[in-house]
């Protein structure tokens, strides 16, 4: 075992990998090695000129896939993808096994994975985060290796150093043509910006396209080219629209969400960032949807302009886009059909790979331009530690997302939570999974009022004190969760057996999950 | 000399004894006062489970400055006296009597809290009262309730309950309760306690909500009982001083230095004469001002 720069003991191998643990936020550089390709050259004449296979068996067939491969997708779809399960189970058709599966991310719908761990058809995992039953089932110890969990950045990364080399990514686009042209923004079921797919498209060996729009050659606009794609298939449907935010669009009307979100907003007027020009990235769920509207109405009464939005872009974001109020839009992902169709007409809304997105190693991402980002955790420490991925049971039940990438990028990192989560504190003395290093987090919101990180941001508090919110101590915090929820008892943990590795954006290990003991 | 600083009961939440989570994280929203109620909002066969969480409540959390209310029973019934005997316990800035019809009904509360009181070793007159009126005797003893006790810090209209004994209902521009209104709204005066408003049960009807608001400020109330969160905010925006309202009281009592500086009797402003009720109001508004936390209401003496 290992001890890392955030305490957390890390072995030295795991899945017959040597791991390295992490040193600090940017301490490693990358491997002196060229970006890595499974791409083999591939040979296709004019009379070649359609890829269309009849149904999911011919196209898994067509790109040979075998025992033992790597499969990705996308999830673009979120909780209305309909693409993982039809091809997991056109696989299981065809008795392939041993499967390694590497989607961007899962979501709760996912859940039958689970049957297709206990067949054997996947024997390993490694995502974004995990949810539902898959998340249970991982952390009761399904698998017999841990699942490698990495920021959206960080997978990028790891594809190109070789270390996630995906030999058939089966992709959901909203529109293709037959050659493999291919869009999320228009057809019957958009996703809008397809940054995960993008990704894929480029660097698996073997590329299937799936679509439930054919369109006529050339479809465009053009986000996955023909000359990445093997071949397209065409189903009834690939997924459903209206729950890709699923109702997370909607402005929350529940008070404590609304007091987090305007206090959310307070330390954004005040933090000195909120002037012409700034930069912000929001992400989606109540309170920074409800952010984003607070936000608004003070760049409107303020006539404060942002250069750019970033990341996972929903309605609220795209509006301001369309007043003029946000000047471009960095779309890494749609998180409604609003801001998904929106993508389409406006050459200032920009589709962008997760690569460009938040590659620690990509020779500049967009979060390095990013001033302002908004952040949530499940529970965070003294040190400002946040744990992303593992709920008060222990159980995997998060994803990493861009989280990690942007806390580590941005000039303000917010992390915006309530204190107590009905009877469980969210401000702990230590969190389950280190998911976010504390020195990537300026301060945090709450209902009750804000902890500022004064070690990363020293400024901050003096700027704050204007504001009229309260400025607690991460440790005043703490205690004032533990009055109203007492301390939980702790976790029980086999330590013999890692579930899961989490991945910082550099690769090096910032923490593992273990098996929870049943009650 | 400075006065004493003015206590803004703007908004009173209720907050059930029945939803200990709501109990738990109730300060969060900026409510003046909270009302934890055990009355109306509390089944029959949940009474006690309800007490016991508002003792535990009132004992063990810190409600940090926000003043602490609880709604008992009827002081004339069983659970009324059981209330008490357990929530004066737990010592709560004010308890609040529903249903009050006249004077006899304070002072049967007052001898029995001043009972608990003396048993339990608190000073006697720890606890203080508040009134709420619901029905005609209630308002026609108006005066006499307002003035049956020291304990007692103001009275609340109790609207539902009391447009039913009137024969009608609660209507958008509340003219069923103008007469109510004003005759608690005097007695209060007469003594100088607070005059509470009803609750305004559509929380969804944002804008009815604030032209209620608005009505009962101009009649003169301190405050409104709320039933949500989302009220708090409005009642406080239009209960706060304007920025216009405290320029001018400013300028008021710098017109009063001014005179004073120069030995003049009178005392005017942009040609206008200063006369006491003016200079009364302004110092409200420098007070309340001070209490809403916009400026610091001892650099002017008051």
């Not at chain 2, 108006?142 to 810090?153: F, H, N, P, Q, T």
């Not at chain 2, 209507?171 to 100088?192: D, F, K, Q």
Request: with cysteine; hydrophobic share 40%.
């Amino acid at each position: 075992m290992l001890t890392n720069a955030v305490n957390r003991n890390i072995p030295e191998k795991i899945n017959n990998k040597k791991l390295i643990p992490y040193q600090g936020e940017f301490a490693l550089s990358p491997a002196d090695a060229p970006v890595a390709s499974y791409r083999k050259l591939k040979k296709r004449t004019p009379d070649m000129g359609n890829k269309i296979q009849r149904d999911l068996t011919a196209a898994i067939r067509s790109v040979g896939l075998k025992d033992g491969m790597t499969i990705s997708f996308h999830h673009g779809f979120r909780d209305g993808d309909l693409t993982v399960l039809p091809v997991l189970e056109a696989i299981r058709a065809l008795g392939i096994k041993n499967l390694t599966l590497a989607p961007s991310s899962l979501t709760d719908v996912h859940d039958p994975v689970v049957e297709f761990i206990k067949d054997g058809t996947i024997t390993h995992l490694e995502s974004s985060g995990l949810r539902g039953k898959l998340g249970k089932a991982v952390s009761e110890g399904i698998l017999e290796n841990p699942v490698v969990l990495r920021t959206h950045g960080d997978r990028v990364r790891a594809i190109q150093a070789g270390e996630l080399n995906i030999d058939v990514a089966f992709l959901a686009v909203a529109s293709a043509d037959e050659y493999g042209n291919a869009t999320g923004c228009t057809g019957k079921n958009i996703c809008g910006a397809l940054g995960y797919a993008m990704v894929d498209a480029k660097y698996a060996a073997n590329v299937v396209l799936i679509t439930d729009n054919l369109v006529s050659y050339p479809c465009s606009p053009i986000s996955i080219d023909q000359s990445d794609v093997d071949c397209v298939v065409v189903v009834d449907q690939i997924g459903d629209s209206a729950l890709i935010g699923k109702g997370a669009a909607r402005t929350t009307r529940d008070p404590k969400q609304l007091l987090i979100a305007e206090n959310t907003t307070k330390v954004i007027e005040y933090s000195g960032l909120f002037v012409e020009g700034f930069s912000v990235q929001t992400g989606v769920g109540a309170v920074p949807i409800a952010v984003t509207n607070f936000l608004g109405e003070r760049m409107r009464t303020q006539n404060i302009h942002a250069a750019f939005a970033l990341g996972g872009i929903g309605a609220a974001i795209t509006r301001l886009h369309q007043e003029g109020y946000i000047q471009k839009i960095l779309a890494v992902q749609s998180f409604d059909t609003e801001a998904s169709a929106a993508l389409c007409n406006d050459v200032t809304h920009i589709e962008t790979e997760t690569g460009t997105y938040a590659n620690i190693f990509g020779n500049g991402c967009c979060i390095n331009k990013l001033d302002i980002c908004i952040l949530s955790a499940l529970e965070m420490d003294t040190h400002f530690n946040c744990n992303i991925l593992t709920g008060s049971n222990g159980e995997l039940r998060g994803a990493l997302g861009g989280g990690p990438d942007c806390a580590g990028a941005a000039r303000l990192s917010i992390m915006a939570m309530p204190l107590i989560r009905g009877r469980i504190p969210s401000i702990v003395d230590e969190v389950n999974t280190i998911c976010t290093p504390g020195t990537s987090v300026d301060c945090v919101v709450t209902e009750y009022g804000v902890a500022v990180n004064t070690a990363r941001n020293p400024d901050l508090t003096e700027r704050l004190r204007k504001s009229g919110l309260k400025l607690f101590t991460m440790q005043q915090l703490k205690e004032m969760a533990e009055r109203l929820t007492g301390k939980p008892e702790p976790i029980q943990y086999n330590r013999d057996k890692i579930v899961a590795v989490v991945e910082y954006r550099d690769g090096s290990i910032i923490d593992v999950v273990y098996q929870v003991l049943p009650e | 000399m400075v006065a004493e600083k003015i206590k803004l009961r703007r908004t009173m939440m209720y907050v059930s004894g029945s939803s200990p989570a709501n109990i738990a994280q109730a300060t969060i929203y900026g409510a003046d006062s909270l009302m934890f109620d055990l009355e109306d909002s509390v089944s029959v066969n949940e009474k006690d489970a309800a007490r016991f969480v508002i003792y535990h409540a009132l004992k063990t959390i810190d409600f940090g400055d926000t003043e602490t209310v609880v709604r008992i029973n009827a002081i004339n019934t069983e659970t009324g006296h059981q209330d008490l005997e357990a929530i004066v316990r737990a010592k709560p800035d004010v308890i609040r009597l529903p249903k009050t019809s006249c004077a006899q009904d304070v002072w049967d509360a007052e001898a029995m809290i001043a009972k608990i009181e003396r048993n339990i070793g608190f000073k006697e007159g720890t606890i203080k009262l508040m009134a709420a009126l619901e029905d005609p005797s209630g308002i026609l003893n108006a005066r006499e309730i307002a003035k049956s006790s020291k304990r007692l810090i103001g009275m609340a209209i109790g609207a539902e309950d009391f447009v039913t004994s009137m024969k009608t209902t609660r209507s958008p521009l509340g003219v069923e309760l103008a007469t109510a209104r004003g005759l608690l709204l005097m007695a209060c005066r007469e003594v100088g306690i607070y005059a509470l408003d009803t609750v305004y049960s559509d929380i969804n009807n944002d804008e009815g909500f604030l032209e209620e608001v608005k009505l009962i400020k101009q009649l003169g109330f301190d405050g409104k009982s709320c039933i949500h969160p989302r009220q708090i905010k409005p009642i406080h925006q239009v209960f706060t001083p304007t920025i216009k309202e405290i320029d001018y009281a400013i300028r008021t009592f710098g017109a009063i230095q001014e005179a004073e500086e120069k030995h003049s009797g009178v005392i005017a402003l942009n040609g206008k004469m200063i006369d006491l009720p003016m200079v009364e109001r302004a110092r409200r508004v420098i007070r309340l001002a001070d209490a809403a936390g916009i400026l610091d209401g001892g650099a002017y003496g008051c």
